[in-house]
Each structure stands twice: as C-alpha cells, then as structure tokens.
C-alpha cells in the first residue's frame, strides 16, 4: 500500500487529521491497532475549549456537538465547605466552554470517516516507522495476523502515549521532559442527572474530587486516590460517601446517586517530547505531550495540533511550501508548554499531598482564596481554563 500521508492512531487527533487531509484533497491511511468498538467506548474526556468546537465545525463535524453539546458559562471551586463561581464569559470577554464527550468525537469522525472519507482499518497495529528521515519512510503493521507494509510521503505519529511514533526518533534526535505525579483518579460513569449545572472542582483534607457530566442524564466524577489503587476495591457504596464527603458544603446540596457503570483509574502525569518532528514523521496530540487531566487540556491539545499539521501538511502536499512545517513543532510546543504549566498549576493547588504538612495545606489554601478575592487572579484561572490563543 501507498498513501501520502500514514496516520498512525484512530483516536481523536489521527481521525480529525485524516477528516481535513481529505476535504484538502489529500489522500491518507489511518491504522488503528484497536476495534471500532474499544475506542468509541474508551471513556476520557468531556470539556471542550471554544476553539476545539470551532476545529471540529470547520472539519464538518459538530452536527450532533452542536445540537448536544452542553455550554457552560463557568466553573465552581470548593473548599472550606464554601463554593466559588468562576465566571468565564466575565473574565475572558465572552469565552465558553461545552461539554461533549471524547466517545461522541470519535463515534461522529469514525462514522464519517466510514462513510466516505479515507481508508481507516481498524485491527492495524503499527510496529514500526522505518527510515522517517527518507523521502519514502515506511510503516509496518500487523492486521489479521499477516504482516503489512504502508508506503508514504509522511508519518503522523497519533498513536496516543503508550504509542510506538515517539519510538522511532533515534536516540539523541529527541528528549523527553516527565513528572509523575504521587496520586492517581479513581474516574465513574454514573446513570443519574448531574448535581450540578457546572462542573464542581473540590478540594478538602481527603483529597480532590471532580463533578463533571455527559449529559443530562449521566454524571461523571473523579476521586483523588493513591498511586497503585485498584477500582476493585471500591465498590459503589464507598465511592458515593467519598464524594459526598468531599463535596460537602455548609449550604443546602445533595448529591445524586445513581447505578455506576464504568470504573477506572488513570495516573496522573506529564511528559513532553521536544521535538515533535523528526524527518517526515511527525507527532500530533498524547503522542507527544500528555498532561493531568485536572486542567481539561489533553485533548484541546491534540486538536490545536493537527489543525496546524493539517496546514502545514496541505501546503507542503499542494503547493511544496514547507515554511509552517519547518515550524510545527516550535508553534505547537509553545501552546503545549503552557498548558502543561497550568495544568501542574492546578493539580498542585486541589490535591493532596500523601506526605503534606500544615503549612502545604495553609498554601493551598492561600491560593485557592487568592483566585476567589482577586478579579486578576481568577481571570489568568478564567484565561488558561477556558483556552489560550491557537498557534493558528
Ligand atoms: P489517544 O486518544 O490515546 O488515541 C491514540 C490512538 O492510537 C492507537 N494506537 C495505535 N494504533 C496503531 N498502532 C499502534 N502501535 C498504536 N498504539 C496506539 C490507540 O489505540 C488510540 O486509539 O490520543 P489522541 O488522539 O492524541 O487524543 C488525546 C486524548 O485522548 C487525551 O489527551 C484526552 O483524553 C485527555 N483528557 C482530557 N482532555 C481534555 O481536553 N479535556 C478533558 O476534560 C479531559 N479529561 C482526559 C480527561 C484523559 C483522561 N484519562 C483517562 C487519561 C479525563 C481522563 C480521565
Ligand atoms: C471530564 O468530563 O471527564 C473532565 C472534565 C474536566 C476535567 C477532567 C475531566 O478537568
């Protein structure tokens, strides 16, 4: 098989890639080491910035974000048993956020996708990029068992974090910044209209919890557990008095219970790998950058990515312009290093720390009240939630 360019990866970034490539007019491959129905149900993200809704509209694919997205004006901090609004529309002249699930993303590109865009074969797992400093490199991947070769003029690595793009860099063409940090989120989907109008982020001396949404009808929450947790051991009961303990406020609020249907837990860490182009191969979205998700800012990144590589893929393909590819990876990198900044911000301030003082609590603490007297101080909060400037 030949293509122009190879996408490695059916998540949110390698199927959004392939969805511009193909209204530009240039033909692509997306391999996808999983089925249809693993990565329409992996539960993720929810929280949208204004220009990731604007990136999937001019992709032609927001018809049912559109019509079911929720718009939210603000977001809600908890501690001391007080509750704060942030006021997102106030703070930032006029900006929103929506929530839409990662699930109903990839579910809309995959059916489109299907129906008549590129070829996207499902069962494909890549394992290896070969020569990705020549004119042709070369993507081996295995489907039913045999072993098969994809021939392309460019590789997107889009093959999430535990992908093997990053992989074929050779040693000392790249570098990788990590953190993990000493906590982990016990994540829930729970069958019950949400407690809340905006999303509630708690903090309190037995960790953070998180009230997020779907829809109207399912509730999604995460609890701050220790690193190595297993979800076994949490049955339903204990998760839903956790919670209601960490939300407690001194004001009249209940939480809802409902039936839980999934449970996982997540790690929590950041990595970056500078840079995210070596020769032809180039790295879009978890592939190259992932973030804790406590700031939303994961998958705003993979799709602020592939917007620029679309570009600057479409202007090398059409017209042999490579000046925006020479600089994908410094323009991305940039937007990338702050969102990994704010997104350590936050999760620094909200959780606890498993060998924290009094005086580390007494800091959060002086933060969080900072924010909530400071119009300056919640409007950079306000600014950074809601989406720094795109590179493009
Ligand atoms: P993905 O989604 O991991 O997709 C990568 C795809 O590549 C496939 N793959 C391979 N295919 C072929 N050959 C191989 N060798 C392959 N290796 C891997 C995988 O099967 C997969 O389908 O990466 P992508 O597309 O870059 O998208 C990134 C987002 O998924 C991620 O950043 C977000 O989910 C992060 N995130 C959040 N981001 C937000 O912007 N807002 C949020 O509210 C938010 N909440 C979250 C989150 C992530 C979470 N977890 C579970 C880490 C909440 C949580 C709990
Ligand atoms: C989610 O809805 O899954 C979600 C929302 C906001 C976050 C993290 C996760 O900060």
Redesign the pocket.
């Given at each position: 098989m030949r293509t122009t360019v190879g996408i490695?990866?059916?998540?949110?970034?390698?199927?959004?890639l392939a969805r511009l490539l193909d209204r530009a007019g240039i033909d692509c491959v997306v391999?996808?080491?999983?089925t249809r129905e693993?990565?329409e149900r992996?539960?993720?993200?929810?929280?949208?910035?204004q220009g990731?809704v604007h990136a999937l509209r001019e992709a032609g694919a927001a018809e049912r974000l559109d019509a079911e997205g929720l718009v939210h004006q603000g977001i809600e901090l908890r501690f001391d048993r007080e509750r704060h609004h942030i006021d997102l529309p106030a703070l930032t002249g006029g900006r929103t956020v929506t929530i839409y699930a990662?699930t109903e993303i990839?579910k809309d590109l995959v059916a489109l996708q299907l129906a008549d865009g590129p070829p996207l074969l499902f069962g494909?797992?890549?394992?290896a990029v070969e020569r990705p400093e020549s004119e042709a490199p070369v993507v081996r991947?295995l489907r039913q068992g045999r072993e098969e070769t994809l021939i392309c003029d460019w590789v997107a690595g889009?093959?999430?974090?535990?992908?093997?793009?990053r992989d074929a860099f050779p040693a000392g063409a790249g570098r990788s910044y990590a953190h993990e940090y000493p906590y982990s989120?016990l994540?829930v989907l729970a069958q019950v209209p949400p407690s809340c109008e905006e999303l509630i982020y708690a903090r309190g001396e037995r960790g953070f919890a998180l009230h997020?949404m779907r829809s109207p009808s399912v509730s999604r929450l995460?609890l701050q557990v220790p690193n190595g947790t297993d979800a076994g051991d949490w049955p339903d009961e204990r998760i839903w008095d956790e919670l209601d303990a960490r939300f407690a406020i001194d004001a009249d609020w209940t939480l809802n219970r409902g039936p839980i249907t999934a449970k996982?837990v997540?790690v929590m860490r950041s990595h970056v790998h500078e840079p995210m182009r070596h020769g032809r191969l180039l790295l879009?979205?978890?592939?190259?950058h992932?973030?804790p998700?406590t700031?939303?800012?994961?998958?705003?990144?993979?799709?602020s990515?592939v917007r620029v590589l679309a570009r600057a893929l479409t202007d090398v393909c059409l017209s042999g312009d490579a000046q925006l590819l020479d600089s994908y990876s410094e323009l991305c990198l940039k937007r990338v290093w702050q969102a990994t900044r704010f997104s350590d911000d936050m999760t620094k301030m909200l959780h606890t720390q498993p060998n924290g003082d009094a005086f580390d609590h007494r800091m959060q603490l002086a933060r969080l009240r900072r924010i909530t007297a400071s119009r300056h101080a919640a409007a950079e909060l306000a600014a950074n939630y809601a989406g720094l400037p795109l590179p493009l």
């Open positions: 490695i990866g059916g998540g949110p970034a390698g199927l959004l391999l996808e080491r999983r693993y990565v992996r539960q993720r993200a929810g929280m949208l910035e990731t990662q990839v494909a797992e890549v394992f991947f889009c093959d999430g974090f535990h992908g093997i793009s989120w994540g997020s995460y996982s997540t879009a979205g978890d592939a190259a992932i973030v998700p700031g939303a800012k994961g998958l705003n990144l993979a799709v990515d």
